[in-house]
């Protein structure tokens, strides 16, 4: 069985997700901006599996673009709490620099299977 890269960043990236989101509930006490969050963070890596288990080609790519829309919708999220100081720099650093590179996988392999 072969690594699949883009599965196992976005799972743990949708850990990282659910413990943000505890963390805004519980210590930050703030419920409308943290369900955005968890809801569109932890979709792409849902999305990347449904990909798995594509139809078609087109379906495959179909699916990874839903998870690139909600990779950046995440993205739009994470500055949000970021600048309304829900989350201090390093904090937002760290898991932006994830959902960055998620970003950049979910676009190539787009790309890639849109070439080939």
Same mark, same amino acid.
Do not use: C
């Given at each position: 069985?072969? =690594?699949?890269?883009?599965?196992?960043?976005?799972?743990?990236?949708?850990?990282?997700?659910?413990?943000?989101? &505890?963390?805004?509930?519980?210590?930050?006490?703030?419920?409308?901006?943290?369900?955005?969050? +968890?809801?569109?963070?932890?979709?792409?890596?849902?999305?990347?599996?449904?990909?798995?288990?594509?139809?078609?080609?087109?379906?495959?790519? #179909?699916?990874?673009?839903?998870?690139?829309?909600?990779? =950046?919708?995440?993205?739009?999220?994470?500055? +949000?709490? #970021?600048?309304?100081?829900?989350?201090?720099?390093?904090?937002?650093?760290?898991? #932006?620099?994830?959902?960055?590179?998620? +970003? &950049? +996988?979910?676009?190539?392999?787009?790309?890639?299977? &849109? =070439? =080939?």
């Amino acid at each position: 069985m072969k =690594n699949n890269i883009v599965k196992d960043k976005s799972f743990a990236f949708a850990i990282r997700i659910v413990s943000l989101y &505890k963390f805004l509930t519980d210590e930050k006490k703030e419920f409308v901006l943290s369900k955005q969050v +968890l809801r569109s963070g932890t979709a792409i890596g849902a999305l990347i599996r449904e990909a798995e288990q594509a139809e078609s080609k087109k379906d495959f790519i #179909h699916k990874l673009a839903i998870a690139l829309k909600e990779a =950046n919708e995440t993205e739009y999220w994470l500055e +949000l709490l #970021h600048k309304t100081d829900y989350l201090n720099t390093p904090a937002f650093a760290s898991i #932006h620099n994830d959902v960055v590179e998620l +970003l &950049k +996988l979910l676009t190539s392999i787009i790309k890639t299977s &849109k =070439n =080939n």
